[in-house]
């Protein structure tokens, strides 16, 4: 029997991602299933094994994945903003990228229970809390102050996107989340004329 090509072998690691991101999106992780996953994608549950060794490391790469088109969203965003808009343009951006897909389920309900509190702090403080303290910076938040603000919203933030994912329709929702958002960025680092 021939060998799966390098192309073909990245191609069902991407496809098993691919489904599982939705599958832990839609039933939660304690509900994922390893065969409903490997069904869907079309492979054997060895398969799905031989690439993510684990359900838990399977679900690490999906945070991993849905971090990185987080990270995507906020850098397309930002990448014409001055550095005073930045804050303001990436953490709009942020909002509503996590509240799409599986984002929200998969990065802030089920991650801090399965990757544990603390490896889910690391993972977060790698990511979208590193970028929102560089926001906080280039929008001259003093340093003294950037750790603290970055906690305080970074939380504000995963709240309101806990919030819109409840209402997931809601076009006044989300309109008011993004309002209330405008009003904690004015706070901390108010628009200059």
Request: charge should be negative.
């Amino acid at each position: 029997m021939p060998r799966a090509s390098v192309a073909d072998t990245a191609e069902t690691a991407r496809r098993i991602l691919d489904v599982g991101s939705a599958h832990f999106a839609e039933h939660g992780y304690a509900a994922a299933s390893v065969d409903d996953i490997a069904r869907a994608a079309g492979v054997t549950r060895g398969a799905v094994y031989h690439h993510y060794t684990s359900k838990p490391l399977l679900f690490a790469a999906v945070a991993a994945a849905q971090q990185e088109l987080l990270a995507d969203a906020i850098v397309t965003a930002t990448a014409d903003s001055t550095p005073d808009a930045a804050l303001r343009d990436g953490s709009h951006a942020f909002l509503d990228a996590i509240t799409h897909g599986a984002a929200a389920r998969v990065l802030l309900v089920d991650g801090p229970a399965v990757l544990s509190w603390d490896d889910w702090r690391r993972f977060d403080a790698d990511g979208p809390a590193a970028t929102l303290r560089a926001g906080l910076a280039e929008a001259g938040v003093a340093p003294a102050l950037q750790e603290a603000l970055t906690a305080a919203l970074s939380g504000g933030m995963n709240e309101l996107a806990l919030w819109l994912s409840e209402r997931p329709t809601d076009a006044a929702a989300r309109a008011q989340a993004h309002d209330a958002l405008d009003l904690l960025l004015d706070v901390v680092a108010p628009r200059r004329s």
